[in-house]
C-alpha cells in the first residue's frame, strides 16, 4: 500500500511540474501542401485548416520566412496554367496572412505546368496544389 501512495505521490507532482514548467516549442521548418480543384485558385475549407494549424504550429518560433511555390497540372495553354499558379500561391499566402501568422518575409513564385510530366511524358499527379515552407527558428 505505501509503494501505491509513493508512485501516486510522485505522479501529482508530475502533474503539478508540467502546469508551471512549459516546454520550449519545436522551432523546425514546417512544410505544407495546399490542393486545389482544376482550374480553382480557391482555399478550400481544408486548405485554410492546414494553413491554421503551421500557424499555430509556428506560434513562439521566430518566421524567418515564408516559402510558397504555386504548380499547376499540364493539362490545358501553359501561359494560362502559369498564370494560374501564380494566382494559388497569392492565394496561399494571403490565407497564411489571415490565419496571424507572425510576420515574416514571404517569399511567393509559380512554376506553371514546368515539372508537369514525367520524363516518360504521363501527368505528375497531384500537381495542382501550393507547396508552403514556414522557415522557423528558436527565438532570441
Avoid: W
Avoid at 485548416?49 to 501553359?78: E, F, I, T
Avoid at 515574416?104 to 511524358?121: I, S
Avoid at 522557415?135 to 532570441?140: D, I, M, Q, R
Wanted: glycine fraction near 6%; charge should be positive.
Amino acid at each position: 500500500m505505501a509503494a501505491v501512495l509513493a508512485v501516486g505521490g510522485c505522479a501529482t507532482l508530475q502533474k503539478s511540474r508540467d502546469r508551471i514548467v512549459q516546454s520550449p516549442p519545436r522551432c523546425e521548418d514546417q512544410t505544407a501542401q495546399i490542393y486545389f480543384e482544376a482550374d480553382s485558385a480557391d482555399v478550400s475549407s481544408e486548405g485554410r485548416a492546414v494553413l491554421m494549424q503551421a500557424a499555430s504550429n509556428a506560434s513562439g518560433c521566430a518566421v524567418r520566412a515564408v516559402s510558397v511555390l504555386g504548380l499547376a497540372d499540364a493539362a490545358g495553354d501553359p501561359n494560362a496554367n502559369f498564370e494560374l499558379s501564380r494566382r494559388r500561391a497569392q492565394s496561399v499566402t494571403a490565407a497564411l496572412a489571415a490565419a496571424r501568422l507572425p510576420p515574416a518575409e514571404f517569399r511567393v513564385a509559380a512554376a506553371g505546368q514546368a515539372g508537369a510530366t514525367n520524363p516518360d511524358g504521363k501527368a505528375a499527379v497531384l500537381r495542382r496544389r501550393a507547396d508552403v515552407i514556414l522557415h522557423l527558428a528558436t527565438p532570441k
